[in-house]
């Protein structure tokens, strides 16, 4: 049995919270007893994540399909499958290569008289997830590609947003783990208060910064160290110098990915004045490329429910009635007031204006605001007064410029000449940086994340080394001491 199903209504905080514990202690003790797993039981364990991703594909794909309403299939196996089967591969091919020993310098004369220092990874213990509905199984596969090279075992607590995900994550790991290795926790929001308050050796959230602070202050209660992947207001700058329609075609298949519920997708892009148009126009080509008709085809996502499709639609409302001109991208001229699915055609919102709700909050869906700068410095200033974001793209081909963008920007990571796609690069760290995240992951930087570098150090045996440290503290050890601390 490697799950503990909590009934969505249970009200007794106390029994859902014993009920995790239960299972962590059994992970923790199972840690303890058996000692660090060898490199061939990690391998075993991504192996058997592969395993479960490959042989239940089309069950991923319909269980998307069903938490949406509609999700494109072939976006779902790119995202949720291949996505998830990348990272594993790439911990399983390096893994041994990042648990070897790191050798470090030491202190003159102490190298020379035979000491040596270095360090190496040690497994955390168990490591908490809790993963999202907009990528419900990268989300959560992923990050088990450095829990599992570390040596480590997961508890894995899915949004209640995607029951059906959730439902066949539990069983998939049901059927491939045992509970001491790895266990899922399915339920709503008190599941996920009393999983939060766990003393886990390390605790990965992903999701809206508004349920990270409680999530952060849960597991500040049992000094858990945490990561957390949130998201905020990717920009997009575009330069001069840029091709305008290339530009368009790839920020748009970024915005229209998902349906825009990416925590990376394009948030507003900031073009030349005199380009706006030709920015506007490339987007209307490139939407239409993709996607002539929309709403009953199967490659464009639905919005996840109808809370998320309101506060989507409201931003446009709330533009549209500030003033704002609203550019609907409607290939078809399709109506969208009367469909079976949460669906919004990709919405351009130009000149708005900083009342606006559209310039406040994370989007999350296929609305893109559009600002006019006259110089680049108009750019950098409006990124750097606002909350610094998990992603930044740089459309040019000036040099000097895209150099000048990102040595005064700040933002988790940056793509350039495209959008989105650093996330991909699993040698590179994901991770935000202030309002947009804390500590990162993917490759050797996930493992390290849940490792602890333990620092070894063995002394010279020469027995005037550690005289060298011991009263009486005559004048010669004065000379030596005042003989090291110099300019």
């Not at 594993?88 to 070897?100: D, F, S, Y």
């Not at 008289?113 to 360090?119: M, N, P, R, S, Y």
């Not at 783990?177 to 899922?184: C, G, I, L, P, S």
């Not at 606006?356 to 296929?366: S, T, Y």
Request: hydrophobic share 40%; glycine share 8%; charged share 25%.
């Amino acid at each position: 049995m490697s799950v503990v199903e909590t009934s969505p209504e249970a009200t007794n905080a106390d029994a859902i919270s014993d009920g995790i514990r239960a299972i962590l202690d059994k992970q923790k003790k199972a840690h303890i007893d058996e000692g660090p797993a060898s490199v061939k039981r990690r391998k075993d364990w991504i192996d058997r994540s592969i395993a479960l991703l490959v042989d239940n594909k089309d069950e991923i794909v319909e269980a998307l399909m069903s938490d949406f309403g509609n999700r494109a299939p072939v976006a779902s196996l790119m995202t949720d499958v291949m996505g998830s089967v990348g990272p594993l591969e790439h911990a399983k091919k390096n893994m041994e290569k990042w648990l070897r020993p790191e050798k470090r310098k030491l202190q003159f004369p102490l190298g020379l008289l035979g000491a040596k220092a270095h360090v190496e990874y040690q497994p955390l213990g168990t490591i908490g997830i809790i993963s999202p509905w907009n990528f419900p199984f990268n989300l959560t596969f992923a990050p088990l590609a450095g829990v599992f090279a570390a040596g480590n075992r997961a508890m894995i607590k899915p949004s209640e947003f995607t029951p059906a995900c959730s439902e066949l994550m539990a069983k998939m790991f049901r059927a491939a783990y045992d509970e001491t290795e790895v266990a899922v926790v399915t339920g709503g929001p008190a599941v996920g208060e009393a999983f939060s308050k766990q003393p886990f050796d390390h605790l990965l959230f992903t999701g809206a910064g508004s349920i990270a602070k409680h999530v952060m202050r849960a597991a500040s209660e049992n000094l858990v160290p945490v990561t957390l992947e949130l998201g905020g207001k990717s920009p997009v700058i575009v330069s001069r110098s840029a091709d305008m329609e290339d530009v368009a075609a790839r920020v748009m298949t970024g915005k229209t990915l998902n349906a825009g519920q990416i925590c990376l997708a394009p948030d507003y892009v900031m073009v030349p004045e005199e380009k706006a148009d030709d920015f506007v126009a490339g987007a209307q080509k490139a939407v239409t490329k993709m996607f002539p008709t929309m709403k009953d085809n199967p490659d464009y996502t639905s919005i996840i429910n109808d809370r998320h499709y309101d506060r989507i639609t409201g931003y446009i409302e709330d533009a549209k009635a500030k003033g704002a001109e609203i550019v609907e991208i409607n290939p078809a001229n399709e109506d969208f007031s009367q469909q079976p699915y949460n669906k919004i055609p990709p919405t351009i919102i130009k000149n708005p204006t900083e009342d606006m709700k559209v310039l406040q909050d994370e989007i999350f869906g296929p609305v893109l605001p559009m600002k006019t700068y006259k110089d680049v410095s108009e750019t950098l200033d409006y990124v750097n007064a606002n909350d610094r974001p998990l992603g930044l793209y740089y459309f040019g081909q000036d040099d000097a410029e895209e150099r000048r963008v990102l040595d005064h920007t700040t933002s988790g990571g940056v793509t350039v000449n495209d959008v989105i796609m650093h996330v991909s690069m699993e040698d590179l760290p994901f991770g935000g940086v202030g309002p947009s995240g804390m500590g990162s992951y993917h490759g050797i930087d996930g493992f390290r994340t849940f490792s602890h570098a333990k620092a070894v150090y063995h002394q010279a045996k020469a027995q005037m080394v550690a005289e060298m440290f011991r009263p009486p503290y005559d004048a010669k050890k004065r000379k030596r001491v005042l003989s090291m601390i110099k300019k």
